[in-house]
């Protein structure tokens, strides 16, 4: 069973919080971002970006002491406020193609040690410090975790009357997206919260991996005793966001490859023929529609890949992850890529209409070849943390994308 706990989270104050939440920094591009930080005073951006006020780029733990004073002056000017009392916060996003809910909480640290809260992908050991680093000097964090579990009816319907009332915050940004926020404060519906996820025994990442991970490598710094100015409740958890599997979106990561060589398209259908059978499709943009299909643009043209039943071997549930089928089948012995990560030659998308991109790209002489596949299930996702396994990066982009600064878990300050 995991620790589902409320928290006094700090938050923009009710008649500032459409000017004070923001897409996370890296969803920005540097014109837009450096836009809406000049007409826009109360962005939560000033926070994460505490140079702009004095027109230089600050790094390190200049940066990191710097988002903890601008952060501060937020609260002194009013513009954040602090929560009275411990509480759960409802929260409901809609756009024009989606609408999901779900609940910011605290959860333990320790519950992520134990495997109680499962992963899914690798983290990189440099951004896990650096991300503590960051964490040990600002004390708070703004960004949640994004957990997943199995639909739970009580809890449903518990929600389902708290979105019947008046919520806390009601507001929509620029990218029309609508926001609601309930604070739960009543205790009665707090312990009832507790008792309903009582039922959940594991909680899953669906994003937030090196967020989750750097906070447990904090934690255990802290543990060890030399910095105890922060309570023990504190750096023992972090703040997350627990959505129901029926309310998250999975969507897929297209691949681009350059730099595929002097290999004439013959060749290459011919060492595609190993695993799949081939059908081509023509110049018109294809996306494949069923699990162990993919689609490749190449050279003007679409195919579409179906993986022959008995041409490649399912042994464990990462096996049977198209992402992975694509890299062992094709990727990497066709192409020689056997670093996901770090290999020049390949670059990853993911947007509405992606076979239309894909041919653009290649057809502009961009990319030599780009692959597409159906989008990753909760099925597999759970199966792959149950099993201890890690899927290829860029295997799943997972809706929603959570704003910043709605709630934010203060380490001097959570009551949890």
């Given at each position: 069973?995991?620790?589902?706990?409320?928290?006094?989270?700090?938050?923009?104050?009710?008649?500032?919080?459409?000017?004070?939440?923001?897409?996370?920094?890296?969803?920005?591009?540097?014109?837009?971002?450096?836009?809406?930080?000049?007409?826009?005073?109360?962005?939560?951006?000033?926070?994460?970006?505490?140079?702009?006020?004095?027109?230089?780029?600050?790094?390190?733990?200049?940066?990191?002491?710097?988002?903890?004073?601008?952060?501060?002056?937020?609260?002194?000017?009013?513009?954040?406020?602090?929560?009275?009392?411990?509480?759960?916060?409802?929260?409901?996003?809609?756009?024009?193609?989606?609408?999901?809910?779900?609940?910011?909480?605290?959860?333990?640290?320790?519950?992520?040690?134990?495997?109680?809260?499962?992963?899914?992908?690798?983290?990189?050991?440099?951004?896990?410090?650096?991300?503590?680093?960051?964490?040990?000097?600002?004390?708070?964090?703004?960004?949640?975790?994004?957990?997943?579990?199995?639909?739970?009816?009580?809890?449903?319907?518990?929600?389902?009357?708290?979105?019947?009332?008046?919520?806390?915050?009601?507001?929509?940004?620029?990218?029309?997206?609508?926001?609601?926020?309930?604070?739960?404060?009543?205790?009665?519906?707090?312990?009832?919260?507790?008792?309903?996820?009582?039922?959940?025994?594991?909680?899953?990442?669906?994003?937030?991996?090196?967020?989750?991970?750097?906070?447990?490598?904090?934690?255990?710094?802290?543990?060890?005793?030399?910095?105890?100015?922060?309570?023990?409740?504190?750096?023992?958890?972090?703040?997350?966001?627990?959505?129901?599997?029926?309310?998250?979106?999975?969507?897929?990561?297209?691949?681009?490859?350059?730099?595929?060589?002097?290999?004439?398209?013959?060749?290459?259908?011919?060492?595609?023929?190993?695993?799949?059978?081939?059908?081509?499709?023509?110049?018109?943009?294809?996306?494949?529609?069923?699990?162990?299909?993919?689609?490749?643009?190449?050279?003007?043209?679409?195919?579409?890949?179906?993986?022959?039943?008995?041409?490649?071997?399912?042994?464990?549930?990462?096996?049977?992850?198209?992402?992975?089928?694509?890299?062992?089948?094709?990727?990497?012995?066709?192409?020689?890529?056997?670093?996901?990560?770090?290999?020049?030659?390949?670059?990853?998308?993911?947007?509405?209409?992606?076979?239309?991109?894909?041919?653009?790209?290649?057809?502009?002489?961009?990319?030599?070849?780009?692959?597409?596949?159906?989008?990753?299930?909760v099925g597999e996702l759970k199966a792959i943390s149950d099993a201890g396994l890690k899927m290829p990066p860029k295997s799943t982009f997972i809706e929603p994308k959570l704003p910043s600064g709605l709630t934010i878990?203060?380490?001097?300050?959570?009551?949890?």
């Open positions: 069973m995991a620790e589902v706990i409320p928290f006094q989270a700090t938050r923009p104050a009710p008649d500032k919080v459409a000017s004070v939440v923001s897409r996370s920094y890296d969803q920005y591009g540097a014109k837009e971002r450096k836009a809406v930080m000049a007409y826009n005073p109360f962005s939560f951006l000033h926070i994460i970006d505490p140079g702009f006020k004095f027109h230089k780029a600050v790094q390190g733990e200049q940066r990191f002491s710097m988002v903890r004073n601008r952060y501060l002056e937020f609260l002194e000017e009013g513009i954040l406020i602090r929560e009275e009392t411990p509480s759960y916060y409802l929260y409901r996003t809609q756009q024009e193609d989606y609408s999901t809910y779900g609940v910011f909480c605290a959860t333990s640290t320790a519950d992520y040690r134990r495997d109680v809260i499962r992963k899914h992908e690798e983290t990189l050991s440099f951004r896990e410090t650096l991300f503590a680093d960051y964490l040990q000097t600002v004390k708070f964090n703004a960004e949640p975790v994004l957990l997943t579990y199995p639909d739970q009816p009580d809890l449903d319907a518990l929600f389902a009357n708290i979105m019947g009332e008046e919520p806390e915050y009601f507001f929509t940004t620029t990218d029309r997206i609508t926001h609601q926020l309930w604070v739960i404060s009543n205790p009665e519906q707090i312990s009832e919260i507790r008792e309903g996820f009582k039922a959940v025994k594991t909680l899953y990442i669906a994003d937030g991996h090196h967020r989750s991970a750097s906070s447990d490598l904090l934690a255990r710094r802290m543990q060890k005793g030399s910095h105890r100015e922060v309570p023990k409740g504190a750096y023992g958890s972090f703040m997350s966001y627990l959505i129901p599997e029926s309310q998250l979106r999975i969507r897929s990561f297209s691949r681009l490859l350059s730099g595929v060589g002097n290999r004439n398209p013959d060749e290459i259908l011919i060492g595609l023929d190993r695993f799949f059978r081939i059908q081509e499709k023509g110049s018109t943009p294809f996306e494949p529609t069923e699990k162990h299909q993919f689609s490749m643009y190449l050279s003007g043209l679409f195919y579409g890949l179906k993986l022959r039943k008995h041409s490649y071997r399912f042994s464990d549930p990462l096996d049977a992850l198209d992402s992975q089928i694509l890299y062992k089948t094709v990727l990497e012995p066709l192409f020689g890529v056997t670093d996901l990560r770090h290999d020049s030659r390949i670059h990853y998308m993911c947007a509405r209409m992606n076979a239309l991109k894909i041919k653009k790209m290649v057809d502009k002489g961009v990319y030599d070849i780009g692959f597409g596949m159906t989008p990753v299930n878990y203060d380490f001097q300050n959570p009551n949890v």
